[in-house]
């Protein structure tokens, strides 16, 4: 009998994702909240447009309330939704995951505590991403990574689920490179330092990930942002993990850490590449700043670190969801010329 998995939160990545293991041949049910969505997969399937190729693939999707009549429980969960949204969706799919189930939270920020908290460790794996797309009209999505320059590093917690890990890598082999770490959770904050570099402060300008990095002083700005976010980090003890398919000597002794990981990064990405941050901006919807850089900042506080980078970009950030600002260079440039005058 072939397991039964879901994909929860079918946005862009969660999208991409469930189209490569369905056409694997896997049982996958796509479970999402935007109804156009749901029911664009429904009549027409899901369209994956990627550089050099596109794909139409039939799905099995459905809506969130529709899990309220399910009888049956899911082998393992996908988790793809915004951090902040993990709470309320581990406890909403915890009736429908198996008592041996697994949760995989493929998501920005440090969510596994969260999951941990309401699934178990038993029932959660850790995993860090590489895959940028964007989803504006339902159905139909840019992949900017394709399955060739997509990775993903997963690992147990404190030694669970070892016994797993293979299993979920052979899945995740249909959708791109994929590596087993050591030390998933000090991996996934490498991926929230490079995130705190990479999208808010990126998105301010309105620009794709490309043309941002060609604007003066951006740079300067990411590394500085960066740096408070792994200083941070070592302070709580996290190790230096390799991520984005890296390999240890790459980032072994190394005074360019952040900028191999940011060079490594744009290089996969492509030129088309919008940040979700900025997707998230153009959409009017909240983003996972607060969850990223306002995480930096917190922790920072608990350890008597300050990270005034990081307030800035969160400070500039919550003015634009506010609608003070608008996301283009004269924003960037007002937060650049903040976090000059810090020094």
Request: glycine content about 8%.
């Amino acid at each position: 009998m072939s397991q039964q998995i879901a994909i929860l939160g079918t946005g862009a990545n969660g999208s991409c994702t469930a189209a490569d293991l369905t056409r694997a041949g896997h049982n996958i049910h796509l479970i999402d909240q935007w109804p156009e969505h749901v029911e664009t997969m429904r009549t027409d399937g899901l369209n994956i447009l990627m550089p050099n190729d596109e794909l139409n693939v039939a799905v099995d999707a459905y809506h969130i309330c529709d899990l309220a009549s399910m009888t049956f429980k899911y082998d393992i969960v996908f988790l793809f939704t915004k951090a902040y949204d993990t709470r309320w969706a581990c406890e909403l799919i915890k009736p429908h995951l198996k008592e041996d189930g697994l949760l995989v939270g493929i998501q920005n920020g440090m969510t596994i505590d969260d999951i941990i908290d309401i699934l178990g460790v038993e029932r959660t794996l850790g995993c860090v991403v590489e895959l940028s797309s964007e989803i504006f009209t339902p159905g139909i999505v840019q992949r900017n990574t394709p399955p060739e320059k997509t990775w993903f590093g997963i690992g147990g917690i404190k030694g669970s689920q070892e016994d797993r890990e293979k299993e979920i890598a052979e899945l995740l082999k249909n959708v791109g490179k994929v590596s087993i770490s050591e030390d998933i959770i000090s991996a996934k904050w490498m991926k929230l330092v490079i995130n705190t570099m990479c999208l808010g402060p990126m998105a301010l300008t309105g620009l794709t990930a490309a043309e941002a990095l060609k604007v003066p002083g951006m740079r300067n700005v990411l590394l500085r942002v960066g740096a408070e976010a792994l200083k941070v980090g070592q302070m709580m003890g996290y190790k230096i993990e390799p991520i984005f398919g890296l390999s240890k000597s790459d980032i072994k002794d190394t005074n360019r850490l952040l900028e191999t990981l940011l060079d490594k990064l744009h290089s996969d990405i492509g030129p088309a590449a919008r940040d979700c941050v900025l997707q998230d901006h153009l959409k009017g919807r909240m983003s996972e700043v607060d969850n990223i850089n306002g995480l930096v900042i917190e922790r920072g506080e608990d350890l008597g670190i300050t990270t005034p980078a990081n307030l800035v970009i969160s400070q500039i950030t919550n003015r634009i969801r506010e609608g003070e600002l608008l996301p283009r260079q004269e924003t960037f440039e007002t937060a650049k010329k903040l976090i000059e005058d810090l020094n």
